[in-house]
């Protein structure tokens, strides 16, 4: 039989506020000692009263804009309860029917189609401590560092809208890149910034009814997003075609064994007993508050995707790795010195320019970041220092192969490409009288590519090209080198 996957993600974002949901405590927990971050409020004591963090909701609402979501003028916070020993008071402070962001969506492109994902709601909540379990003396025990408990979280609810583990994975993609532009989230999946819970059913192919969901966690990157999914629903058709039924359950996804299993049956809303947190005041947002927050919103990932299309000229894959960090596009910008965003076209004699300050982004800064496993944040190049190196190559004082070695060094050192330039002796050679006798010598000495150029074959050409390149350290007018090969050899 033929199924179909359907698929909707849960994503908890921790917000980059500087105190947590409830409290004044400090949310700069990564480094911090066990337990050290922390007060009477997020410790769970009794008879203390949380204080919701206006930054917070403020951020909410921006995603919830980002996600063309409804702000709802009157939202609510909720008690849901239940038994974890990583929630200090017995239960978490969250919000259920009634949340401050609803009826939202997201496209996605996949596989040259947009593919429409809803957005059931964007809510408020807590985080809560973190457990790690030990063993000693042949005894295990557990132990709680209360820091992270009480940080700001944002779950972001999808509908089952989503077909396929790819959907899936660009959806996350670029929900993550839409945080990081607005800056409300570093979504860091390695340090549980960004985590994702996907709930996975099957169903027979051309079915209305849901199949039985399975809910998965444990992931922590993308690529174990895209692989637990894969697996579940092979798993679910594999039993569907056995005759056995889908439990509805939550199960881990064990990345080093590539499989999911079995953690607990899967937990309904009324098993959580939501209930009004009486302690807290509903929230009413004044319109007024939310035409503020949507002014000041950046240019996000989409709109600028389409810009730098629009403005340059660029494939959809050159623009979105131009455009995949707030970071990189800003950097690229600078470099190019576009007008303002918006101002009209930009002039032509910037053109060439901006296809060249993107080949050097996507490139050779993109392999170096990579190789040094660096953010673009942390580079020692900057705008004024690439656009001085084009500048240099443009005046024909570089060229392209010792411009790369003085980038490599300008990423390493943070020394300005001239310096660079200077001490390592790469000036391009442009006078011909000195290559002229180069080319002569490197004719001498090889007269086999000679006697192969000459017997119509090209590739002896570029042979010749890379002795003379040799003899002069990369450094040689390339453009001028051939116009002497051929001279000499025709």
Known sequence: ?????VIGLEVHAQLLTKSKMFCACSTAYQEAAPNTHVCPVCLGMPGVLPIINRRAVEY??????ALNCTINHHSKMDRKNYPYPDLMKGYQISQYDEPLCSDGWLDVDVEGATKHVGITRVHMEEDTAKLSHNAADGETYSLVDV??????????VSEPDMRSAEEARQYLTKLRSILRYLGISSGDLEQGAFRCDANVSVRPLGAHEFGTKVEVKNMNSFRSV??????????????????????????GWVDNRNETVS??????AHDYRYFPEPDIPSLEVNPEWVAQLKAQLPELPEARHARFEQQFGFSGYEAGVLTATRAMAEFFEATVTLPVAGAGAVPSDLWARAKSVSNWCTGELMRLLNAHNQEIEDSKVTPASLAALLDLIDAGKLN??????????????????????????????????????????????????????K???????????????????????????????????D
Do not use: C, H, W
Not at 239 to 250: F, K, N, S, V, W
Not at 263 to 268: A, F, G, L, P, T
């Open 1 to 5: 039989m033929q199924y179909e996957t």
């Open 60 to 65: 909410a609402m921006m995603l919830g804009l």
């Open 147 to 156: 820091n992270r408990g009480g940080v700001p979280l944002m779950e972001i």
């Open 226 to 251: 895209f692989s637990a999914i894969q697996f579940e629903e092979a798993r679910q058709r594999e039993m569907l075609d056995a005759g056995r039924p889908i439990r509805q359950e939550t199960r």
């Open 263 to 268: 953690q607990r049956s899967k937990e309904m």
């Open 400 to 453: 392209q192969t010792a411009a790369k070695t003085v980038f490599e060094a300008m990423f390493t050192t943070g020394k300005a490409p001239a310096a660079i330039m200077e001490e390592q002796g790469l000036a391009q050679m442009s006078n011909a009288d000195e290559l002229t006798q180069i080319v002569l010598k490197v004719i001498a000495d090889t007269p086999q590519a000679v006697a192969d150029y």
């Open 455 to 489: 017997a119509g074959k090209q590739a002896a050409l570029g042979a010749l090209m890379g002795k003379v390149m040799k003899e002069t350290r990369g450094r040689a007018n390339t453009g001028l080198v051939t116009e002497l090969l051929k001279a000499q050899l």
